[in-house]
C-alpha cells in the first residue's frame, strides 16, 4: 500500500485521503457527518447576527473564531473531530509541503467531509489557521474548484491586509459564475477595488442577478458617486428602450448615489428574467 | 422516469440540450474528460479544461436542476502525444477535488505502449485517490482490446467491482460480465448501440451492474438516449423499478463508491439569493 497523499509522514491521520468503504446511501443526501437535528443554542458572545448564518457574506463579516465556535454546534461527531484536526495540522503545517500540503488537501475534500452545506465555511477556517498570506491563497484559488474559490474570496478579509490579492477579486468578477461574483464584492472589494472596478462590478450584479445586498458598503462607496449614478441611468434607458423591465436594485442604488435622486419611470416589478441568474449578462 | 446519465460530455452541449435533458427526466449527469476532436499541445490547455469541468459546466448544468460531477483522466488517444504526458503528474492534485468521482475515461485508442503506461499509471492513482475507474473500450480491434483491457485491470490495485467498462456490445459483454465490471452502454444515433439492442442485451445480462448512457458529445450524438431506454424497457414490459435501477440506481451505486457523489442541487447555489430563487423557478416543475 502507498503512503496516501498529502500526509506528513511524521503523524497519523485520522481520515486518510483513499476512503474505499463505499458511501453508504449516496443518493439520500451525502452528508451523513452531519447532524440531521437543530443545532444547539450556539454561544454567541462576541457575534450579534441575530440568526447566525454560515454562507455567503456573512462568512467574510464574522471572526473565525466565531465562526469556528458556530459550525463546530451544526457538525457531527466525525465530522467535528475531522474539522479539529484539520485545523491543528493547518496550524502546526503552513505553507508548502511536498506536491500538495496537508492543508490544501483538507481545503479540497471539505465538501464530503463537513457536507456541502458546511464546506464554505470549513475551508475558511481552514485558509485562516494555515495563515495563508497572498501568495498561498493565490494558489489556492487558481488551483481551485469553483467552490474553493468562492471560500478563499471570503477568506479574504481575515487573511490579507493591503490590496495584494485583488487580482483574485478582478478574476472571480471576470466570470459570468454568480456564485463568484457575489463572493467577490464582499469587504475586501469595498475596501480596495479601485472606483472603475468596483462600478462595474455593481453593474455585473445587475445584469447577472446577484442581488445588491452581496456588496459590502454599498451605501459607503455609492454615496455621491456621480459616475455609477450616470452608468445606472444609461442602464435603465437601455432596458426601457428595450422594452425590458429595470431590476428594482438599480432604482435602489441610483438612490444610494444621491439622497436627491428619484428613480427613473417607470418603475418596473422585479425581473430576474427567466433564468436571470444563469450568468449570462442579459 | 428519473434518470442519471453516467458518461456525456455537457462541455460539447448547448443550454437547449439541458432544457430538454431535464425536461426527460435528467437530474444527474457525469462529464468524463476526453479528447476535444482537436488535439492539445501543451498540459496547461488539459488544466483549465480540468477547471472548467471543476467550475463552470457545473454551474451551468445546476441553472437546469441538474447535478453535475465529473471524472478527470489523460485520455488514451493524446497520452501518445509526449507534449502531453506530463498531465499525469498533475492528476493528484486534481483527483482529491470533491466533485470527481472517479479518474477516467481512460482505456485503450490504439494499443501502444504509451497507453499501457498511462492506463496502469491510472488505475494505480484511482486506487491511491479512493476512486474508481471508467474505462472505455477501444472502437478499432474491440474484443482484443476489451482483453487487453480486463488484463490490464485484473494486474491493477483496483478490485474489477470497482470498474466500469464502457461502450460495450454484443461481441464484449460476456467476457466484461465474467470479469465483474460494472457494465457500460452508450447508445448513439448510428454507432455503437441502439435502444433495441440494448434491451436484448438486458433481457439476456439482466440489470445488474448494466449502466446506459448517452455519451454525448461534439459528433453525432443525442442527449436524450436515456430516455429513450427507459420508454422501450417499458413498452417491452421491464418494469418501473427495472427501468429506475438502470437509469438511476445503478449509476449511483457505482459512482457513490467514491463517497464524493452530492445529489443535492439546493446546496449548490445557495451563495446567492437569487440564484436560488432562480433554482426553485427551474425545480417548480419538477
Ligand atoms: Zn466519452
Same mark, same amino acid.
Given at each position: 500500500m502507498r503512503q496516501p497523499i498529502g500526509q506528513p509522514m511524521s503523524q497519523p491521520v485520522?481520515? !486518510?485521503?483513499? *476512503?474505499?468503504?463505499?458511501? $453508504?446511501t449516496p443518493h439520500a443526501h451525502?452528508? $451523513?457527518?452531519?447532524?440531521?437535528a437543530e443545532p444547539t443554542? !450556539? *454561544?454567541?458572545?462576541?457575534? *450579534?447576527?441575530p440568526t447566525p448564518d454560515l454562507t455567503g457574506a456573512a462568512l467574510a463579516r464574522t471572526p473565525p473564531a466565531d465562526l469556528h465556535r458556530l459550525l463546530a454546534t451544526r457538525l457531527g461527531g466525525a465530522a467535528r473531530a475531522w474539522l479539529d484536526q484539520a485545523l491543528e495540522e493547518a496550524a502546526t503545517h503552513p505553507g508548502i509541503h511536498g506536491p500538495i500540503s496537508v492543508w490544501e488537501l483538507r481545503l479540497a475534500e471539505a465538501g464530503r467531509r463537513c457536507g456541502p452545506e458546511h464546506a464554505d465555511v470549513a475551508r475558511v477556517l481552514i485558509l485562516h489557521a494555515a495563515r495563508a498570506g497572498t501568495d498561498a491563497v493565490s494558489r489556492v484559488y487558481f488551483q481551485g474548484t469553483a467552490a474553493e474559490r468562492r471560500a478563499v474570496l471570503h477568506a479574504l478579509p481575515h487573511l490579507?491586509?493591503? $490590496?495584494?490579492?485583488?487580482p483574485l477579486v478582478e478574476d472571480a468578477l471576470r466570470t459570468n459564475d454568480t456564485r463568484l461574483v457575489a463572493a467577490a464584492v464582499g469587504p475586501y472589494a469595498a475596501r480596495y477595488l479601485a472606483p472603475h472596478h468596483w462600478r462595474h462590478a455593481v453593474l455585473k450584479c445587475l445584469f447577472t442577478g446577484v442581488?445588491?445586498?452581496?456588496?459590502?458598503e454599498l451605501d459607503r462607496r455609492a454615496h455621491a458617486d456621480a459616475e455609477l449614478a450616470r452608468m445606472l441611468a444609461d442602464y435603465a434607458a437601455e432596458r426601457t428602450a428595450a422594452g425590458r423591465p429595470v431590476p428594482e436594485d438599480l432604482h435602489r442604488v441610483l438612490t444610494l448615489t444621491d439622497p436627491t435622486a428619484t428613480p427613473p419611470a417607470p418603475a418596473a416589478e422585479h425581473d430576474p428574467g427567466p433564468r436571470g441568474t444563469d450568468g449570462k449578462e442579459s | 422516469m428519473r434518470i442519471f446519465?453516467?458518461? %456525456?460530455?455537457?462541455? &460539447?452541449?448547448t443550454t437547449d440540450d439541458y432544457e430538454a435533458m431535464h425536461a426527460a427526466g435528467v437530474r444527474a449527469v457525469v462529464e468524463p474528460s476526453f479528447w476535444l476532436g482537436q488535439p492539445r499541445t501543451s498540459p496547461a490547455s488539459f488544466f483549465d479544461y480540468f477547471d472548467s469541468l471543476l467550475g463552470w459546466e457545473p454551474f451551468r448544468a445546476a441553472q437546469y436542476g441538474i447535478a453535475h460531477h465529473c471524472t478527470l483522466a489523460l485520455n488514451p488517444k493524446e497520452a501518445n502525444d509526449p507534449r502531453c504526458a506530463p498531465v499525469l503528474d498533475e492528476l493528484p492534485r486534481y483527483l /482529491?477535488?470533491?466533485?470527481?468521482?472517479? /479518474? #477516467?475515461? %481512460?482505456?485503450?485508442? &490504439?494499443?501502444t505502449p504509451a497507453e499501457d503506461t498511462a492506463l496502469a499509471a491510472q488505475l494505480q492513482l484511482a486506487a491511491d485517490h479512493g476512486l474508481p475507474a471508467l474505462v472505455h473500450t477501444p472502437h478499432r480491434d474491440k474484443l482484443a482490446g476489451l482483453r487487453r483491457t480486463l488484463d490490464v485491470v485484473s494486474e491493477s490495485?483496483?478490485?474489477?467491482?470497482?470498474v466500469l467498462v464502457d461502450h460495450l456490445n454484443e461481441t464484449t459483454v460476456k467476457e466484461a460480465k465474467d470479469s465483474g465490471c460494472w457494465l457500460g452502454f452508450s447508445v448513439y444515433p448510428d454507432t455503437k448501440m441502439d435502444e433495441e439492442r440494448v434491451i436484448t442485451i438486458l433481457r439476456e445480462? #439482466? @440489470?445488474?451492474?448494466v449502466l446506459v448512457n448517452?455519451?454525448?458529445?461534439?459528433?453525432?450524438?443525442? @442527449?436524450?438516449k436515456t430516455r429513450g431506454v427507459g420508454d422501450l424497457m417499458l413498452a417491452e414490459g421491464f418494469s418501473d423499478d427495472e427501468v429506475d435501477r438502470v437509469l438511476w440506481r445503478n449509476p449511483v451505486a457505482f459512482y457513490g463508491l467514491s463517497g464524493r457523489?452530492?445529489?443535492?442541487?439546493d446546496l449548490d447555489v445557495t451563495a446567492t439569493g437569487a440564484t436560488h430563487e432562480g433554482n426553485s423557478v427551474l425545480r417548480g416543475g419538477a
Amino acid at each position: 500500500m502507498r503512503q496516501p497523499i498529502g500526509q506528513p509522514m511524521s503523524q497519523p491521520v485520522e481520515n !486518510p485521503t483513499a *476512503d474505499p468503504a463505499p458511501h $453508504p446511501t449516496p443518493h439520500a443526501h451525502s452528508t $451523513p457527518e452531519t447532524q440531521a437535528a437543530e443545532p444547539t443554542a !450556539p *454561544d454567541l458572545t462576541a457575534t *450579534d447576527l441575530p440568526t447566525p448564518d454560515l454562507t455567503g457574506a456573512a462568512l467574510a463579516r464574522t471572526p473565525p473564531a466565531d465562526l469556528h465556535r458556530l459550525l463546530a454546534t451544526r457538525l457531527g461527531g466525525a465530522a467535528r473531530a475531522w474539522l479539529d484536526q484539520a485545523l491543528e495540522e493547518a496550524a502546526t503545517h503552513p505553507g508548502i509541503h511536498g506536491p500538495i500540503s496537508v492543508w490544501e488537501l483538507r481545503l479540497a475534500e471539505a465538501g464530503r467531509r463537513c457536507g456541502p452545506e458546511h464546506a464554505d465555511v470549513a475551508r475558511v477556517l481552514i485558509l485562516h489557521a494555515a495563515r495563508a498570506g497572498t501568495d498561498a491563497v493565490s494558489r489556492v484559488y487558481f488551483q481551485g474548484t469553483a467552490a474553493e474559490r468562492r471560500a478563499v474570496l471570503h477568506a479574504l478579509p481575515h487573511l490579507v491586509a493591503g $490590496p495584494d490579492a485583488l487580482p483574485l477579486v478582478e478574476d472571480a468578477l471576470r466570470t459570468n459564475d454568480t456564485r463568484l461574483v457575489a463572493a467577490a464584492v464582499g469587504p475586501y472589494a469595498a475596501r480596495y477595488l479601485a472606483p472603475h472596478h468596483w462600478r462595474h462590478a455593481v453593474l455585473k450584479c445587475l445584469f447577472t442577478g446577484v442581488p445588491v445586498d452581496e456588496v459590502a458598503e454599498l451605501d459607503r462607496r455609492a454615496h455621491a458617486d456621480a459616475e455609477l449614478a450616470r452608468m445606472l441611468a444609461d442602464y435603465a434607458a437601455e432596458r426601457t428602450a428595450a422594452g425590458r423591465p429595470v431590476p428594482e436594485d438599480l432604482h435602489r442604488v441610483l438612490t444610494l448615489t444621491d439622497p436627491t435622486a428619484t428613480p427613473p419611470a417607470p418603475a418596473a416589478e422585479h425581473d430576474p428574467g427567466p433564468r436571470g441568474t444563469d450568468g449570462k449578462e442579459s | 422516469m428519473r434518470i442519471f446519465d453516467p458518461h %456525456i460530455h455537457m462541455t &460539447s452541449r448547448t443550454t437547449d440540450d439541458y432544457e430538454a435533458m431535464h425536461a426527460a427526466g435528467v437530474r444527474a449527469v457525469v462529464e468524463p474528460s476526453f479528447w476535444l476532436g482537436q488535439p492539445r499541445t501543451s498540459p496547461a490547455s488539459f488544466f483549465d479544461y480540468f477547471d472548467s469541468l471543476l467550475g463552470w459546466e457545473p454551474f451551468r448544468a445546476a441553472q437546469y436542476g441538474i447535478a453535475h460531477h465529473c471524472t478527470l483522466a489523460l485520455n488514451p488517444k493524446e497520452a501518445n502525444d509526449p507534449r502531453c504526458a506530463p498531465v499525469l503528474d498533475e492528476l493528484p492534485r486534481y483527483l /482529491v477535488k470533491d466533485q470527481v468521482v472517479a /479518474v #477516467g475515461e %481512460i482505456g485503450y485508442d &490504439s494499443m501502444t505502449p504509451a497507453e499501457d503506461t498511462a492506463l496502469a499509471a491510472q488505475l494505480q492513482l484511482a486506487a491511491d485517490h479512493g476512486l474508481p475507474a471508467l474505462v472505455h473500450t477501444p472502437h478499432r480491434d474491440k474484443l482484443a482490446g476489451l482483453r487487453r483491457t480486463l488484463d490490464v485491470v485484473s494486474e491493477s490495485a483496483l478490485a474489477p467491482d470497482r470498474v466500469l467498462v464502457d461502450h460495450l456490445n454484443e461481441t464484449t459483454v460476456k467476457e466484461a460480465k465474467d470479469s465483474g465490471c460494472w457494465l457500460g452502454f452508450s447508445v448513439y444515433p448510428d454507432t455503437k448501440m441502439d435502444e433495441e439492442r440494448v434491451i436484448t442485451i438486458l433481457r439476456e445480462y #439482466g @440489470p445488474e451492474q448494466v449502466l446506459v448512457n448517452s455519451a454525448a458529445d461534439w459528433g453525432k450524438s443525442d @442527449p436524450l438516449k436515456t430516455r429513450g431506454v427507459g420508454d422501450l424497457m417499458l413498452a417491452e414490459g421491464f418494469s418501473d423499478d427495472e427501468v429506475d435501477r438502470v437509469l438511476w440506481r445503478n449509476p449511483v451505486a457505482f459512482y457513490g463508491l467514491s463517497g464524493r457523489l452530492d445529489l443535492d442541487l439546493d446546496l449548490d447555489v445557495t451563495a446567492t439569493g437569487a440564484t436560488h430563487e432562480g433554482n426553485s423557478v427551474l425545480r417548480g416543475g419538477a
